[in-house]
């Protein structure tokens, strides 16, 4: 069974602090995703990493996929309060219509 | 803007009760998908459909049976209610391009308590 384990699974910083999350698994995905959700919301897609060692900006965050397609992070620089929300990677599993969901880091920015 | 529609935000049944849970899109996207959330545990995926009337298995499918007659609403049934079937059921969405690159799009979710 594949799984994914992210950590830290709460984190509560100043706003302007900089803050790295991290997805890790021992097996390969054929690409990763990483989504935002909110209270009462669904999960929003944010961004999608394909190629091992691929890095993608968003504004102020990064997201990275490594080399051997086993782990991802995502770092936030300069944090605000309206990224405070639950961060889920995902990933796809190969040959089929499944994603595998990690086990999410809670995220509270505070003014 | 595109919409996931869940029948219900928040739901108490009692155990041993049929609950159906519904889910329309509008989209006209391939996939649709059921998850429950639990804290510490993420999404955990109970059924999928790639096509009208196909269906298969996720990881934690027992307990539970999906139905899709039409491609746009996808429905998950509770036979039988009980207690650790208390979760967030999330429905969710793809265009069917391909796994590796696919988005999906998610309902606002419905929260079950079954007592």
């Known amino acids: 069974t594949q799984l994914l384990e992210q950590s830290p699974q709460f984190l509560s910083i100043q706003e302007g602090e900089n803050l790295t999350v991290y997805c890790n698994s021992s097996?390969?995905?054929?690409?990763l995703q990483w989504y935002r959700q909110e209270p009462g919301e669904g999960p929003v897609l944010l961004v999608t990493?394909?190629?091992?060692?691929e890095v993608k900006k968003l504004k102020r965050l990064t997201f990275q996929f490594g080399d051997a397609r086993k782990d991802s992070s995502l770092h936030i620089t300069a944090a605000q309060p309206g990224d405070t929300g639950l961060y889920l990677c995902?990933?796809?599993?190969?040959?089929?219509?499944?994603?595998?969901f990690g086990t999410g880091t809670r995220l509270k920015v505070l003014a | 803007d595109v919409k996931v529609t869940q029948s219900s935000r928040y739901l108490v049944k009692r155990t041993g009760e049929k609950v159906f849970l519904e889910c329309v899109q509008d989209?006209?996207?391939?996939?649709m998908f059921w998850y429950r959330q639990d804290p510490g545990l993420g999404l955990r995926l109970i059924y999928f459909?790639?096509?009208?009337?196909?269906?298969e298995k996720g990881d934690i499918p027992e307990g539970y049976s999906v139905s899709r007659e039409k491609k746009e609403r996808f429905s998950l049934i509770l036979e039988s209610a009980s207690t650790n079937q208390t979760s967030m059921y999330l429905c969710a969405n793809g265009p069917g391009q391909g796994a590796m690159t696919d988005t999906q799009y998610f309902g606002p979710g419905t929260r079950l308590t079954v007592l």
């Open positions: 995902a990933g796809a599993a190969s040959g089929t219509y499944k994603y595998i």
């Open positions: 097996s390969v995905f054929s690409s």
């Open positions: 989209m006209d996207h391939e996939n």
């Open positions: 990493v394909v190629t091992g060692g």
């Open positions: 459909s790639y096509d009208v009337k196909m269906k």
